[in-house]
């Protein structure tokens, strides 16, 4: 079935640098890539997606960018605050399954000390 | 907009006991999912709908779970009977069309001893 691989597990970094988390997809018909971000006890919100027709989607310190060859997207946060500490999940809808759910990434722990 | 609604917001059982989870989905969206959260298993789809129509339930662990979507404003997720590897956060979420911006509900925590 359709895999949603996403790197790394965990991420430590200090306030004010940049964080990248990566995820590849095995469904090549793929075509919405949502960023879901949870925080301790609450439920997930879109930070951000993307569909296969562009390459990088900007929204203030927050970008993704999709490489359709590789299969794979990644989450770039610029200038880390404390409050981008969460779980950030990726996401993927295998089309060629003939089926419209997310399969979600196993989720990355962000940690952004002051 | 009130956003997606489900109830309770945290369930205590025992084991054996039948459980409902309820969720009413943002006005105007056709498509409901119904999510498990545990930190062994992650974020997992448990089912979903169409337009009030079961799309697929492959994700349903096994008979003891059930879901209904009776009218495009209301959805049940019920276990019957429940037992303690059940405990776990469902989240309920909805969107305007299948391939959509999914919004998910505060969840239910359910603890099942």
């Known amino acids: 079935g359709e895999n949603v691989e996403q790197h790394p597990s965990t991420l430590s970094v200090q306030e004010g640098d940049s964080a990248v988390i990566k995820c590849t997809y095995s469904d090549s018909a793929s075509n919405y890539f949502p960023w879901y971000k949870q925080e301790l006890g609450k439920r997930p919100q879109l930070i951000i997606d993307i569909r296969s027709n562009v390459g990088e989607k900007k929204d203030q310190r927050i970008a993704v960018t999709l490489n359709k060859t590789a299969k794979h997207f990644s989450l770039h946060i610029t200038e880390t605050q404390p409050e981008d500490s969460a779980v950030y999940f990726c996401a993927a809808i295998p089309i060629s399954y003939n089926t419209d759910k997310l399969i979600f990434g196993t989720g990355t722990r962000l940690q952004v000390f002051p | 907009d009130a956003g997606v609604i489900q109830s309770p917001r945290h369930e205590v059982t025992e084991m054996g006991q039948e459980v409902t989870l309820r969720c009413k989905p943002i006005s105007g969206h056709n498509s409901l999912f119904w999510y498990r959260q545990t930190m062994m298993r992650g974020l997992e789809l448990l089912i979903y709908f169409n337009n009030n129509v079961p799309i697929d339930d492959s994700g349903m662990p096994e008979d003891r779970f059930s879901a209904k979507m009776p009218n495009a404003s209301f959805s049940t997720l019920k276990i019957q009977p429940s037992e303690p590897r059940d405990s776990a956060v469902y989240f309920c979420?909805?969107?305007?069309?299948?391939?959509?911006?999914?919004?998910f509900g505060p969840g239910t925590r359910l603890l099942v001893l």
């Open positions: 979420a909805s969107s305007f069309g299948e391939q959509e911006t999914q919004y």
